[in-house]
């Protein structure tokens, strides 16, 4: 060790070199870690990007507007309207970033709007739309300054929807009553037509019974609610001698021994048979008058 020291004292300006080059070394590696750790440290702008979807709620829009005053920009919304499905077919939004540039966005249709997406990016903002199915209105730049023809025209827009919406609701209106209206003219006219049918047949069976009043030469035979089953008896022997046939069946009797039910068949031998029932069963009947003879099979209850 000694002998190895010894030679390096003997040359001295090898030494010295030796001493500021390795000076030379760590100085210059020392700067390079001091700059590369001033660039790992430098603060990296802050990447925002949110979406307002159709389905975007006005909760979640004042949220988006907290979430930018947070990160030091002007953001409002108005104008927002939903349609029935709470799907949002018209908004307008204005923004401002640090360096006092503003812009502002509208849209407005029938339809559903595109996704609106609102870009941040360390002092500047932007928004623009996705898709082309929906027009936006966007204007940006220095300043507060609002773009009057834009604006104007999204109100324009909106009222021409308003007036479309008031004129279908009208017509749906008018339409509804127009046919409340057809089918209240309808029922009068129904009733008009049963009433007069009903007159006309009024009017015939009135003419014919009252023909054949008048042409009826035999005599009437009561059966009442207390006829004895003898009384059926004889009236039927009564009508056998003048060759008419009297028959009955599905009699029927109460506790009292009131006829509450009969079914009578007459036919005169000239052609003309009826069969009438009398009587619910329950309740006495009321009288039945029968009248037979050449031409005529008569039968009606005083009711």
């Known amino acids: 060790m000694k002998t190895l020291l010894f030679k390096i004292m003997q040359k001295p300006v090898s030494f010295l070199v030796l001493i500021f080059f390795?000076?030379?070394?760590?100085?210059?590696?020392?700067?390079?870690l001091a700059i590369k750790s001033t660039n790992n440290n430098e603060v990296m702008e802050k990447q925002t990007s949110?979406?307002?979807?159709?389905?975007?709620?006005?909760?979640?829009?004042?949220?988006?507007?907290?979430q930018m005053k947070d990160e030091g920009f002007e953001f409002d919304y108005s104008n927002v309207v939903y349609n029935d499905q709470k799907e949002?077919?018209?908004i307008s939004i204005s923004y401002k970033d640090a360096n006092?540039?503003?812009?502002?966005?509208?849209?407005?249709?029938e339809n559903p709007i595109n996704d609106i997406v609102i870009m941040s990016n360390g002092n500047q903002i932007s928004v623009k739309s996705k898709g082309n199915g929906n027009q936006a209105f966007i204007n940006q730049g220095s300043g507060n300054k609002v773009?009057?023809?834009?604006?104007?025209?999204?109100?324009?827009?909106?009222?021409?929807?308003?007036?479309?919406?008031?004129?279908?609701?009208?017509?749906?209106?008018?339409?509804?009553?127009?046919?409340?209206?057809?089918?209240?003219?309808?029922?009068?006219?129904?009733?008009?037509?049963?009433?007069?049918?009903?007159?006309?047949?009024?009017?015939?069976?009135g003419n014919q019974r009252s023909k054949s009043s008048q042409s009826f030469t035999g005599t009437y035979h009561t059966i009442s609610k207390n006829t004895t089953d003898a009384e059926l008896l004889t009236l039927e022997k009564t009508y056998k001698a003048e060759n008419i046939i009297f028959s009955y069946?599905?009699?029927?009797?109460?506790?009292?021994?009131?006829?509450?039910?009969?079914?009578?068949?007459i036919n005169n031998g000239a052609g003309?048979?009826?069969?009438?029932?009398?009587?619910?069963?329950?309740?006495?009947?009321?009288?039945?008058?029968?009248?037979?003879?050449?031409?005529?099979s008569i039968m009606k209850s005083a009711e």
Request: glycine fraction near 4%; proline fraction near 1%; aromatic fraction near 4%.
């Open 50 to 66: 949110l979406i307002i979807t159709k389905k975007t709620s006005l909760e979640e829009l004042e949220n988006i507007k907290n």
């Open 249 to 265: 069946n599905q009699l029927e009797r109460n506790a009292s021994n009131l006829i509450t039910h009969i079914s009578i068949t």
């Open 22 to 32: 390795s000076f030379f070394i760590s100085s210059t590696t020392a700067n390079g």
């Open 100 to 109: 006092n540039n503003s812009g502002s966005y509208s849209v407005g249709s």
């Open 147 to 205: 773009s009057a023809d834009r604006q104007q025209t999204s109100e324009d827009r909106r009222a021409e929807m308003e007036k479309r919406r008031a004129e279908m609701h009208r017509r749906s209106e008018e339409m509804n009553n127009n046919m409340a209206e057809r089918m209240q003219e309808m029922r009068e006219r129904q009733t008009q037509m049963r009433a007069k049918m009903e007159h006309e047949r009024d009017s015939v069976f």
């Open 88 to 90: 949002i077919i018209s």
């Open 272 to 296: 003309s048979i009826s069969t009438s029932s009398f009587g619910n069963g329950k309740e006495p009947i009321s009288n039945v008058s029968i009248g037979v003879d050449s031409e005529h």
